[in-house]
């Protein structure tokens, strides 16, 4: 059985930074890409940061170059380091699974129980 399990949410002054863990288990962790999303009030989920099998990594626009996703595949674990952070960073962010891409809610297998970041000006 799939789990990802995040933490590291908080709450930080506009410029401020933070990074956010998922732990994984429950599958052969190599074989899957893992990505971070985020949701705001009753609007959709959106991708934040993919990291694909092979290692590769995406980025929404909003957040290229203050986000960086990584992932320790010895501790099965998935990293999103934010700096930077913005008020419009403020979310519910999610860790997320899936096959091969991880961008978009239909790419997804399975998600975690999310994590608050709140961003204040």
């Not at 863990?21 to 705001?40: D, I, N, P």
């Not at 978009?104 to 204040?120: K, N």
Request: overall charge negative; some cysteine; hydrophobic content about 30%.
């Amino acid at each position: 059985q799939v789990k990802l399990m995040e933490s590291g949410g908080g709450s930080v002054q506009s410029g401020g930074s933070l990074r956010l863990s998922c732990a994984a288990s429950g599958f052969t962790y190599s074989t899957y890409s893992l990505g971070w999303f985020r949701q705001t009030g009753g609007n959709q989920r959106e991708g934040v940061a993919c990291i694909h099998n092979d290692g590769s990594a995406t980025y929404a626009d909003s957040v290229a170059g203050r986000f960086t996703i990584s992932q320790d595949t010895a501790r099965h674990t998935l990293y999103l380091q934010m700096t930077n952070l913005k008020p419009d960073d403020t979310a519910m962010y999610y860790c997320a699974s899936s096959g091969w891409d991880c961008t978009t809610v239909p790419d997804i297998w399975d998600w975690g129980q999310g994590t608050q970041v709140t961003v204040s000006s």
